[in-house]
């Protein structure tokens, strides 16, 4: 199940403030579903190119941790010279495992793996 994709779009169907619905399609096992984050948003504010509100990143996140509950094993080390062999023990209890090699000076929304749980790299 490592193979999760999450992906946004605004659906052509604006409310009485004109704001647009937030629809969320998850990808996993080759299978499809979508489903709305009960989210709107106007589409002046809607970035296209990252799926997201412009401004926002971590309320997307709560949609996806609302809708599919999802087991993610995150890891850090601080420099690639460390193995990080301790963190291989019970893997398989979870969804997905994460190992990014980064100092813990570097915030969290911009480590390379960690980016993985906001976006739709999967």
């Given amino acids: 199940m490592s193979n999760v994709k999450f992906n946004y779009f605004l659906k052509n169907n604006p409310n009485n403030k004109r704001e647009l619905p937030i629809v969320m399609t998850i990808i996993m096992s080759g299978e499809r579903t979508q489903m709305f ?8 504010k809607w970035n296209q ?7 926002t990143f971590s309320v997307i996140l709560m949609c996806d941790l609302k809708y599919y509950k999802m087991k ?8 690639i010279l460390q193995t990080a062999n301790r963190f291989k023990a019970d893997n398989d209890h979870y969804d997905m ?3 990014d090699k980064v100092s813990c000076s570097v915030s969290f929304m911009d480590r390379t793996e960690a980016k993985k749980l906001f976006t739709n790299s999967g």
């Fill in 49 to 55: 190119k990252y799926s997201k509100v412009i401004g």
């Fill in 97 to 99: 495992t994460l190992l």
């Fill in 37 to 44: 984050t009960g989210l709107w948003t106007v589409k002046s």
């Fill in 72 to 79: 993610v094993k995150y890891n850090r080390v601080s420099t």
